[in-house]
């Protein structure tokens, strides 16, 4: 059988979109359905649980990211190392970030 393509809009110079038939209906037509009072409803609930969704999921998600930075991760090694130096007696910093002891240096000239 042969396959009846549809026409494309305007074909017919009388025939409108479905479009501009629902926004002369209703003005405020938001897309969601002919009915006025549908409409209206649909965008309504749409629109709360759309934002509803994007702030509980974004709250959700920023709470749950991993820590950016490595900050958390830094203050806790800092505490590890102090409670470490104050353990075994030694100052919290010194001047020399390696070992002096186990540097191998070029011989003087």
């Known amino acids: 059988g042969a396959v009846a393509l549809p026409r494309p809009l305007g074909a017919d110079p009388h025939e409108e979109e479905p479009m501009a038939v629902a926004q002369r209906k209703n ?28 702030i509980v999921l974004g709250s959700v998600f920023l ?5 950016y930075g490595l900050t958390q991760w830094a203050r ?10 104050e353990r075994l007696g030694l100052p919290l910093l010194t001047s020399n ?5 186990r540097l191998t240096l070029p011989p003087p000239q």
């Open 27 to 54: 003005p405020d037509y938001h897309g969601f359905s002919a009915d006025p009072d549908a409409d209206l409803l649909n965008m309504r609930a749409v629109f709360l649980c759309g934002i509803s969704i994007a």
């Open 63 to 67: 709470h749950y990211i991993p820590d």
């Open 76 to 85: 806790r090694e800092a505490e590890i190392q102090v409670r470490e130096r």
């Open 97 to 101: 970030y390696y070992d002096p002891a």
